[in-house]
C-alpha cells in the first residue's frame, strides 16, 4: 500500500497564513461597511436634525408675521431674526383681503423656502349691515364695509370710504364704489354676563353703569337712552321683543373700545331703534324693525334689519380694529407650503 506524501511545517504554515488573511480581509470589509453606516446614519440624524430646525424657523417666522398681520398691519412689512440651528427673515405684502408672507429660512446645511397666504374671513368686517336701506341727504360718510340685502338707496353723497356691498338684486343709488356680491351675515354674539335688571329710572337710561352685567330691560314700552352714557367694564343691553330704544342726544361708551359696549335688541321684535343727534361707540344689533337716523356717529358695528335715514341726516361712522381681534372678520391663514430647494 502505497502512504500519502507527509506535509511539510511550511506547507501548513502557508495555508494558516492565507486562511488569516482572508479572515482579516473579510473583517476589514464588515468594519469599512459598518464604519459607512454608522456615519451615513449620523449624516441622516443630522440631516434631521437640521431640517426640524428649519422647520421651527419657518414657524417662528408664520408666527412673528401672524402677530403683525392680527395687530393691524396696514402696509408691507418685513422682519427677520435667529434661533438655535439658523436664521429667517421674512417680507409680508398685503392685497385685497389677504396677505402673502414669504420667507427664507437657512440653517448650515438646509435652506428653506415658505409662503403663506392669510385671509381675512369673506366680506368682512362690517361697519352696518342691513337687508334695506334708503337714506335723504347724507352729510357724513362710513368707513369701512357696508353689507345690503334688498333696497339701497343712497341720496347725496356717496356711503361708504372704502367700499359698499350690494346684493345683485339691490339698486344702489349715490354709491360710488358698489361691488354687486351677496353679503353675508355676520355672526355677533354678546359676551356671557351675570343678569341684572335694566338701570333705566323713568323710563331713561344716563350715567355710569356697573360693569360686567347683562342688563335686561323688558319694560316699559319705550325706553331712552339719553345724555352721557358710559360703563367701567364690559356690559350688554338686553332690550325685550316690544321694547322701542330711542338714542335721544346721547354719547354712548364715546373713548371707551365698542366691543365693551353692547347693546342687543329682541330680533323677534318690530320695535325699531331710534337715534337722533347721538354718538355711539359699541355693537348694535337691531330688530325687524330696524334703525331710524336723524344724526348718528358712530364707531363699532351696526347690524339692523333696515335703515331710515331723515332727510339732511348726519350718518357717519366706522368700524374698529379692535372688533377685528374679537373675530368680526378676523384672519387666517388659508394656504401654507414650504419648499427646500
Given at each position: 500500500?502505497?502512504r500519502?506524501?507527509?506535509?511539510?511545517?511550511?506547507?501548513?504554515?502557508?495555508?494558516?497564513?492565507?486562511?488569516?488573511?482572508?479572515a482579516l480581509a473579510?473583517?476589514?470589509?464588515?468594519?469599512?461597511?459598518?464604519?459607512?453606516?454608522?456615519?451615513?446614519e449620523?449624516?441622516?440624524?443630522?440631516?434631521?436634525?437640521d431640517?426640524?430646525e428649519?422647520?421651527q424657523?419657518?414657524?417662528?417666522?408664520?408666527?412673528?408675521?401672524w402677530a403683525?398681520?392680527?395687530?393691524?398691519?396696514?402696509r408691507?412689512f418685513?422682519?427677520?431674526?435667529?434661533?438655535?440651528?439658523?436664521?429667517?427673515?421674512?417680507?409680508?405684502?398685503?392685497?385685497?383681503?389677504?396677505?402673502?408672507?414669504?420667507?427664507?429660512?437657512?440653517?448650515?446645511?438646509d435652506?428653506?423656502?415658505?409662503q403663506?397666504?392669510v385671509?381675512r374671513e369673506?366680506l368682512?368686517?362690517?361697519?352696518l349691515?342691513?337687508?334695506?336701506?334708503?337714506?335723504?341727504p347724507?352729510?357724513?360718510?362710513?368707513?369701512?364695509?357696508?353689507?345690503?340685502?334688498?333696497e339701497?338707496t343712497?341720496?347725496?353723497?356717496?356711503?361708504?370710504?372704502?367700499?359698499?356691498?350690494i346684493g345683485?338684486?339691490?339698486?344702489?343709488?349715490?354709491?360710488?364704489?358698489?361691488?354687486?356680491?351677496e353679503?353675508?351675515?355676520i355672526?355677533?354674539?354678546?359676551?356671557e354676563l351675570?343678569?341684572?335688571?335694566c338701570p333705566a329710572?323713568?323710563?331713561?337710561?344716563?350715567g355710569?353703569?356697573?360693569?360686567?352685567y347683562?342688563?335686561?330691560?323688558a319694560?316699559p314700552?319705550s325706553?331712552v337712552?339719553?345724555?352721557?352714557?358710559?360703563a367701567?367694564?364690559q356690559v350688554?343691553?338686553?332690550?325685550?321683543?316690544?321694547?322701542?330704544?330711542?338714542l335721544e342726544?346721547?354719547?354712548?361708551?364715546?373713548g371707551?373700545?365698542?366691543?365693551?359696549?353692547?347693546?342687543?335688541?329682541?330680533?323677534?321684535?318690530d320695535?325699531?331703534?331710534?337715534?337722533?343727534?347721538?354718538?355711539?361707540h359699541?355693537?348694535?344689533?337691531?330688530?325687524?324693525?330696524?334703525?331710524?337716523?336723524?344724526?348718528?356717529?358712530?364707531?363699532?358695528?351696526?347690524?339692523?334689519?333696515?335703515?331710515r335715514s331723515?332727510?339732511?341726516?348726519?350718518l357717519t361712522?366706522?368700524?374698529?380694529?379692535?372688533?377685528?381681534a374679537?373675530?368680526?372678520?378676523?384672519?387666517?391663514?388659508?394656504?401654507?407650503?414650504?419648499?427646500?430647494?
Amino acid at each position: 500500500m502505497r502512504r500519502a506524501p507527509d506535509r511539510s511545517p511550511a506547507t501548513d504554515r502557508g495555508a494558516a497564513l492565507l486562511i488569516a488573511v482572508a479572515a482579516l480581509a473579510l473583517v476589514a470589509l464588515l468594519g469599512a461597511a459598518l464604519l459607512a453606516n454608522a456615519q451615513a446614519e449620523v449624516r441622516r440624524a443630522e440631516r434631521l436634525v437640521d431640517r426640524t430646525e428649519g422647520d421651527q424657523l419657518i414657524e417662528i417666522a408664520v408666527a412673528e408675521a401672524w402677530a403683525e398681520i392680527v395687530a393691524g398691519a396696514t402696509r408691507e412689512f418685513t422682519d427677520s431674526g435667529t434661533a438655535t440651528g439658523g436664521r429667517w427673515s421674512l417680507v409680508a405684502t398685503p392685497g385685497d383681503e389677504r396677505w402673502t408672507v414669504r420667507i427664507d429660512a437657512r440653517t448650515d446645511d438646509d435652506r428653506i423656502a415658505g409662503q403663506i397666504i392669510v385671509s381675512r374671513e369673506p366680506l368682512s368686517p362690517y361697519t352696518l349691515v342691513v337687508n334695506d336701506a334708503k337714506t335723504g341727504p347724507l352729510s357724513g360718510l362710513v368707513e369701512g364695509r357696508v353689507g345690503i340685502r334688498g333696497e339701497a338707496t343712497f341720496a347725496g353723497r356717496s356711503l361708504g370710504d372704502v367700499q359698499e356691498l350690494i346684493g345683485p338684486s339691490a339698486q344702489c343709488n349715490g354709491c360710488s364704489n358698489p361691488i354687486e356680491v351677496e353679503p353675508t351675515d355676520i355672526a355677533i354674539a354678546p359676551p356671557e354676563l351675570p343678569k341684572a335688571p335694566c338701570p333705566a329710572v323713568d323710563g331713561a337710561i344716563t350715567g355710569k353703569l356697573a360693569g360686567g352685567y347683562d342688563y335686561i330691560c323688558a319694560s316699559p314700552r319705550s325706553i331712552v337712552i339719553t345724555g352721557e352714557v358710559a360703563a367701567d367694564g364690559q356690559v350688554t343691553l338686553s332690550f325685550g321683543a316690544d321694547v322701542e330704544l330711542v338714542l335721544e342726544g346721547a354719547v354712548v361708551n364715546v373713548g371707551g373700545s365698542p366691543a365693551d359696549f353692547f347693546i342687543r335688541t329682541d330680533s323677534r321684535s318690530d320695535a325699531a331703534v331710534t337715534a337722533r343727534k347721538s354718538e355711539f361707540h359699541g355693537i348694535l344689533t337691531g330688530s325687524d324693525g330696524g334703525l331710524r337716523t336723524d344724526g348718528l356717529r358712530w364707531e363699532g358695528t351696526i347690524a339692523v334689519g333696515t335703515l331710515r335715514s331723515a332727510d339732511g341726516s348726519e350718518l357717519t361712522g366706522r368700524w374698529s380694529d379692535d372688533l377685528v381681534a374679537l373675530g368680526f372678520g378676523g384672519w387666517r391663514i388659508t394656504e401654507w407650503r414650504t419648499t427646500r430647494p
